[in-house]
Nanobody
Framework: QVQVVESGGGLVQPGASLRLSCAAS????????MGWYRQPPGKQRELVAT???????NYADSVKGRFTISGDIAKNTVYLQMNSLKPEDTALYYC?????????WGQGTQVTVSS
């Protein structure tokens, strides 16, 4: 079994910053990638950013230049630094861990951007 746990969400004003953390644990030999996804209210889950074991990153166009994914895949940890937050960034943010054979998801952490 693999467990994925996110933390760091909260309620912030527009323009503020937040840093999300994610850690995977359990029966992990090696991860291929980790990623952040989000599900805004009433919408489908969407990609935010991913990072592969070699360090290659990928971002959704809506967050490029504002969000930064980082971490140590070898240590099963990933972070998402979110700057210049907008109300449209409000969502439940999920982390996933890709073990080459399966993808495991966390329970999510809520980010609300509101004045």
């Amino acid at each position: 079994q693999v467990q994925v746990v996110e933390s760091g969400g909260g309620l912030v004003q527009p323009g503020a910053s937040l840093r999300l953390s994610c850690a995977a644990s359990g029966s992990i030999f090696r991860l291929a990638a980790m990623g952040w996804y989000r599900q805004p209210p009433g919408k489908q889950r969407e990609l935010v950013a991913t990072i592969r074991s070699g360090g290659l990153t990928n971002y959704a166009d809506s967050v490029k230049g504002r969000f930064t994914i980082s971490g140590d895949i070898a240590k099963n940890t990933v972070y998402l630094q979110m700057n210049s937050l907008k109300p449209e960034d409000t969502a439940l943010y999920y982390c996933n861990a890709n073990t080459y054979n399966n993808i495991y998801w966390g329970q999510g952490t809520q980010v609300t951007v509101s004045s």
